[in-house]
Structures are given as C-alpha cells and as structure tokens.
C-alpha cells in the first residue's frame, strides 16, 4: 500500500505487514462530549482539551466522545491530583453503551484500566478488557474493580501485574493508544504495556474513572489514516470488484471522514463510499483512494488490484473416427485446475478404444475464472458380431465363390463351422473365419440346392466380449 502525503511533520507505523503513514493530527474537542454510565460521576470540563473526572463510590464513570472513531492513534496525557484512594483511571474504545446515566446498565466497550500504587484491595498494573452485556451496580464491583472474568459480559483480553506498575499521583503520563479493524496497541511514556491483533470494531471513544477523584485528562489529540480492501484482490475479466474505505469484516467508515474519491486506473471514478466496479481487459490497476477529512487534510491511497483472462479451451472440431480407437485431448493453460466429463483433472486425457458416439467437455479454472469447450467424437459403428450371406456361387468368377462370414474377423475366437447336406452328411468344417467352403465335398463338385451351416464363436472388441451360436441354411447356386 502506498500513502503519499504532502504534510512535512508525520509519523509511521508499522502495523502488520503495511506502513501507514500518519498525518492529520486534529485536537479532540472535549467541551462536545458528555458524560455516561453511573449518575453520580463529575466531570468537570475546563478547556476544549482539558476535563477532570471524579468518583467516590465504588462505582464507573465514562465521559465520551460524540464521533466515532477507528484506524486512530489517540494520544494525550493523564495525571491524578490527589494522593488518596488510588484506584483506576483508563480509556474506553469501540464503546457503544452505557448511552445512559443510571446505576445499572448495558455495557458494549473495551476497556483500557490502570490502578494506582498498591493498596489490599486490588492489583496495581494495567488490564484490557471486553464488557458486552448488562451489569447492575452490585456486579461492577467485581467486573471492573476486581478481577471476575465472565464473557461475553466480561473478557478479560490481557493483564499486567507488578508492584512497580501502579499510577503515582501528581505525575504526568503520556499514554498512546492505536485502534484499527485488527489492531489494539498501546503504551504508556513511550512502554509498550498491550499489543493485540483480533476484530475490532467501529465506535466511539471516551475517559474512565473508578472509585477515583480528580484524574486529568489533558492534551488529547487524534491522528486517523485510511484504508481500503478490494474484495476480491483479484477477479477474472467482467468480474465485480467492491471497494470499501474500511475494514467490511469488522468495522464501518469513520466519523472523521468527510469526503471520497475513487479513480479505478482505467479512466473510470466515482464518489460512492462503497463502490463496485468490473473491469473488462486483463492486467494490472492502481486503484486510488482521495481521502478528505477533518480539518481539510487529504490522504491518497493506493492499491493494486490484477485482472486474470478466462482460460481460452480449444478442444478442436467435432471429430469421427474408426471403432475402438483412441485419441489425446488437452485443455491447455498449463497450471490450471480442470475437471473433464470423465472425472479425470489433469491438463491432458487419453481416451482409448471408443464405442460409440461420445460427447467430452472440460473446465477450466485458473485464478478463479473459468473457461470451458466441448467435442463430439463421432465413432463408426462397431462391429459386434459376424454376417454369413444366405447364398454363395462358387463358379471360380472372382466373386462369391467362397461361404465365409463377411466383416473383420481380427476379434473372433473359438471359431467352428460346420455344414452338412440334406441328408446330414457334413460337407465342410473350419476353426478359422477366413476359412470358408468352396462348395466342395471331397474334391467334387456340390449339388445346387439348400446346406444346413452351424456356426459358433466368441466376438471380443471395445463394446466387450460376446458369444454367438446359430444353425440355419444357406444356398448353392451355379
């Protein structure tokens, strides 16, 4: 992904395998938010960048923003102006409840807590927490000023325990908090304390305060970056391709956004938040993301995205061919998939000695786009069994002078042959078809007239193997 920027002062973070380059960073406006959750907290705005919060009791208090926020690093300072009590002070994020104030409320946030120097009751140290679900004022006691984990209301996501980890009062901390769509990294005086990759989603952001007085929160500032996810990241020729500012799976586009504008790299835009666009030559596109946001800062973002062709098949012509032969098909487009009508998935297929009129189709698939071709092999019909005429003239004229099956005998075994006369004396015996009488009985001429034939044999070929018997006549004729 490639960020270009035309701001001098700016900061990179990497995050997974990206760089973002972040830029934009825009004051949180603090005199917009408003407070949540349990009645009795204060909160006590003393610039737009600037509130104090309290709380006595044993209880939570949230001071929240009005924006939603995600792909932000959020950073400022917090410090404690009392040396007693100390409990816990912290952020809030992806939060959506409590949206009212009263004891005992939904909650939906993550939770960002740090308690002061040790006392009996609690750990010092940090935690990061998931609170999704109804807790009355008895139970935060234990969900959020002790250690009871129960999801989904409370998911305890990380901890970090140690009697040199606590907050010290009248002592500035500088805390820095990344939140994306998978990402939730943060740290305190530059220290890395939590980093968690996961699903995180879009919502608003906010300070807490837990049976603490007097917490400054002080200098808060946001810096948001962009970006975008092709699905798919690659398509075939024609192939829809929807484009979304955020993160799909997980979050929504942030408040912070004002305006869009996408260039698809094939002369094509458009300012929709969530466009889709197909294209129709293959190769590679630099998609481009024009980001206006708060404050009039613009980002431009770039993606690759790689178009494939569909796989050109030619099985060539309808075809016919001789009984029982064979023949070599390809798909070509060496490195695809392919399924073929005879179950068989590789680039080539053999098919051998063909029966009959047999149809074959394959399909290709490479990157996902698929093309497909089908042949008709046409076959000459099969030989299944022999012909003996009904008649013969064995006059020596070169033409039927011979009683012998007629066809291709190449596939014919235990082959016999016998004739006999009208008074069943036999005339003629053969074991070979190519064999046939030439209307002789012992080196004398035969009569005219009508022979009784017997004949059996066995005929194998593509169709299979089959055998035969018949007794019936046949004619000599001078």
């Not at 005998?409 to 006999?420: C, D, K, R």
């Not at 004396?425 to 209307?439: C, L, M």
């Not at 017997?454 to 035969?468: I, P």
């Amino acid at each position: 992904m490639i960020i270009r920027i035309t701001i001098v002062a700016f900061m990179v973070f990497l995050i997974g395998s990206n760089v973002i380059t972040q830029v934009c960073e825009t004051p949180l406006n603090l005199s917009t938010w408003s407070r949540k959750g349990a009645p009795n907290g204060v909160w006590d705005v003393l610039g737009s960048n600037h509130v104090i919060g309290s709380i006595d009791a044993t209880t939570s208090s949230y001071f929240i923003s009005n924006q939603k926020f995600i792909n932000v690093l959020i950073k400022g300072t917090i410090s404690v102006e009392t040396s007693n009590d100390l409990d816990f002070v912290g952020l809030v994020f992806g939060y959506h409840n409590p949206t009212t104030l009263a004891d005992d409320n939904n909650f939906n946030f993550y939770l960002f807590d740090w308690k002061g120097e040790s006392e009996n009751s609690a750990y010092e140290g940090f935690r990061l927490s998931h609170y999704n679900g109804f807790i009355t004022l008895d139970e935060q006691k234990n969900y959020m000023y002790g250690d009871s984990d129960n999801p989904p209301i409370r998911n305890l996501i990380a901890e970090k325990y140690h009697d040199t980890l606590g907050w010290v009062a009248y002592k500035d901390y500088k805390i820095e908090i990344i939140y994306t769509s998978n990402i939730i990294s943060i740290k305190v005086d530059n220290n890395p304390i939590f980093k968690r990759v996961g699903t995180f989603d879009l919502g608003k952001f906010g300070f807490y305060c837990m049976s603490q007085r007097l917490v400054h929160f002080k200098n808060f500032s946001y810096q948001s970056f962009i970006d975008f996810f092709p699905l798919p990241e690659s398509a075939c020729i024609g192939k829809a391709i929807e484009l979304y500012p955020y993160d799909p799976l997980s979050s929504g586009l942030p408040d912070f956004v004002e305006k869009l504008f996408w260039d698809f790299g094939d002369g094509n835009t458009s300012q929709e938040m969530t466009p889709i666009h197909s294209y129709y030559t293959a190769g590679t596109y630099d998609i481009e993301l024009i980001v206006l946001k708060n404050g009039g800062c613009i980002d431009t973002i770039m993606k690759e995205v790689t178009i494939h062709p569909n796989p050109i098949v030619d099985l060539g012509n309808d075809i016919e061919m001789e009984a029982c032969s064979s023949i070599i098909l390809e798909a070509a487009n060496p490195g695809a998939s392919y399924l073929w009508s005879t179950g068989e998935t590789t680039e080539k297929i053999e098919l051998v000695s063909i029966p009959k009129d047999t149809t074959v189709w394959v399909t290709v698939d490479k990157y996902g786009c698929k093309g497909s071709d089908t042949i008709l092999i046409k076959v000459e019909e099969v030989q299944t069994k022999l012909f003996f005429p009904n008649a013969f003239t064995p006059n020596s004229d070169g033409t039927n002078d011979y009683f012998a099956p007629v066809g291709n005998t190449s596939n014919v075994a235990l082959y016999q042959l016998l004739i006999y006369n009208r008074w069943g004396q036999q005339v003629f015996e053969s074991a070979n078809p190519d064999i046939g009488w030439d209307g002789t009985y012992n080196g004398r001429t035969s009569a005219i007239g009508t022979y009784i034939y017997k004949v059996s044999y066995q005929m194998e070929n593509c169709v299979g193997k089959e055998e035969y018997s018949a007794l019936t006549t046949l004619t000599l004729i001078n």
